[in-house]
């Protein structure tokens, strides 16, 4: 599977954030600040492959290599509760809405529903994928978890029975790297290994657009808020803003200078992060997307970003 490589001991989580105090963020042109950790989290026994946000934005879920999926106080720095022991490799985590749920897929092809606040397994999905998952999305009424997998298939889920929703939906020619829901719930959005984004109609599977979004696989994408924009990263080392509705490009190409691993798009679209194998972390302004606001340098193995739910941390694992 690309982007899986030989794991590392010692694995950790790291906080950067601003607070209320700060002073305002810089315009592009404005010399770059230095970013230093808030806080350095450790308890994995291997590489961490997957974060997110719960909704109150003051916990942090993530998966492993050790196969384990704990959840974390953002502003304790601890584990909160045992972790979920999950029985394979976690390849992708996700948080409900409401935060209620967890969700895990792995190696063991299997989608996992969690109670969030007992650790307890809620459901598993039945009849499902046919290789490694690889992508986790909630429907914003947590009624529903879609799943990406190495088999090249989307499959909806139901998230009190494990019932197969809808899917799997078809057109990929290779492996779904990953998915994410429009914000209304009624379509699904998936990056691929063969350079394309897909949007389904999330009630049948049916396939409303497809467009060649780079020159190579893409690694990730994620969805404004608003359902407005879509975000790119890909094996080409570039980043990409997409108009949801016409599927045009928006702005400028961004640009890292290896493979992107991971991007995503503030809560109130004002920001973009992007992750890659040249160790940087860059958070470019919107709508300007030139040189990014902010490039933190030398990050170890940049496995997910993501940014809270009041844009203020993002986290690095």
Same mark, same amino acid.
Request: net charge negative; hydrophobic share 35%; aromatic share 8%.
């Given at each position: 599977?690309?982007?899986?490589?030989?794991?590392?001991?010692?694995?950790?989580?790291?906080?950067?954030?601003?607070?209320?105090?700060?002073?305002?963020?810089?315009?592009?042109?404005?010399?770059?600040?230095?970013?230093?950790?808030?806080?350095?989290?450790? =308890? @994995? *026994?291997? !590489?961490?492959? +997957? &974060?997110? $946000?719960?909704?109150?934005?003051?916990? %942090?879920? /993530?998966?492993?290599? #050790?196969?384990?999926?704990?959840?974390?106080?953002?502003?304790?720095?601890?584990?909160?509760?045992?972790?979920?022991?999950?029985?394979?490799?976690?390849?992708?985590?996700?948080?409900?809405?409401?935060?209620?749920?967890?969700?895990?897929?792995?190696?063991?092809?299997?989608?996992?529903?969690?109670?969030?606040?007992?650790?307890?397994?809620?459901?598993?999905?039945?009849? =499902? @994928? *046919?290789? !490694?998952?690889? +992508? &986790?999305? $909630?429907?914003?009424?947590?009624?529903? %978890?879609? /799943?990406?997998?190495? #088999?090249?298939?989307?499959?909806?889920?139901?998230?009190?029975?494990?019932?197969?929703?809808?899917?799997?939906?078809?057109?990929?020619?290779?492996?779904?790297?990953?998915?994410?829901?429009?914000?209304?719930?009624?379509?699904?959005?998936?990056?691929?290994?063969?350079?394309?984004?897909?949007?389904?109609?999330?009630?049948?599977?049916?396939?409303?657009?497809?467009?060649?979004? @780079? *020159?190579?696989?893409?690694? +990730?994408?994620?969805?404004?808020?608003?359902?407005?924009?879509?975000? /790119?990263?890909?094996? #080409?080392?570039?980043?990409?803003?997409?108009?949801?509705?016409?599927?045009?490009?928006?702005?400028?190409?961004?640009?890292?200078?290896?493979?992107?691993?991971?991007?995503?798009?503030?809560?109130?679209?004002?920001?973009?992060?992007?992750?890659?194998?040249?160790?940087?972390?860059?958070?470019?302004?919107?709508?300007?997307?030139?040189?990014?606001?902010?490039?933190?340098?030398?990050?170890?193995?940049?496995?997910?970003?993501?940014?809270?739910?009041?844009?203020?941390?993002?986290?690095?694992?």
């Amino acid at each position: 599977m690309a982007g899986i490589r030989d794991v590392t001991r010692n694995a950790y989580l790291r906080i950067r954030g601003r607070s209320s105090r700060d002073p305002p963020l810089p315009t592009p042109t404005s010399p770059e600040p230095s970013l230093l950790p808030l806080a350095t989290y450790t =308890g @994995h *026994s291997s !590489w961490i492959t +997957s &974060l997110a $946000f719960m909704p109150d934005g003051k916990h %942090v879920v /993530s998966g492993s290599f #050790d196969r384990s999926m704990p959840v974390w106080s953002v502003t304790e720095g601890h584990e909160v509760g045992e972790a979920i022991k999950v029985g394979s490799t976690v390849l992708a985590v996700a948080a409900s809405e409401d935060g209620k749920l967890l969700a895990s897929g792995g190696m063991d092809n299997k989608v996992i529903v969690w109670d969030a606040k007992s650790h307890e397994k809620v459901v598993e999905g039945k009849e =499902g @994928h *046919s290789d !490694w998952v690889s +992508s &986790l999305s $909630f429907s914003r009424d947590s009624t529903r %978890v879609a /799943s990406a997998s190495e #088999d090249k298939s989307v499959i909806v889920w139901s998230t009190s029975t494990g019932e197969r929703l809808v899917g799997p939906f078809t057109g990929h020619t290779s492996r779904v790297h990953c998915v994410a829901w429009t914000p209304d719930g009624n379509q699904i959005i998936a990056g691929c290994y063969d350079d394309s984004i897909q949007i389904f109609d999330a009630s049948n599977g049916s396939q409303i657009a497809r467009w060649d979004a @780079h *020159s190579n696989s893409i690694y +990730s994408i994620a969805i404004s808020r608003d359902g407005r924009y879509i975000v /790119s990263g890909s094996d #080409d080392k570039t980043v990409k803003l997409w108009d949801t509705t016409t599927h045009q490009q928006i702005g400028h190409t961004l640009q890292h200078n290896d493979l992107v691993r991971s991007v995503c798009i503030s809560p109130d679209a004002k920001y973009i992060a992007s992750a890659g194998n040249d160790e940087k972390v860059s958070l470019w302004s919107l709508p300007k997307l030139v040189d990014p606001s902010y490039t933190i340098d030398k990050v170890r193995d940049p496995a997910f970003r993501l940014l809270s739910h009041d844009s203020h941390m993002f986290f690095e694992g």
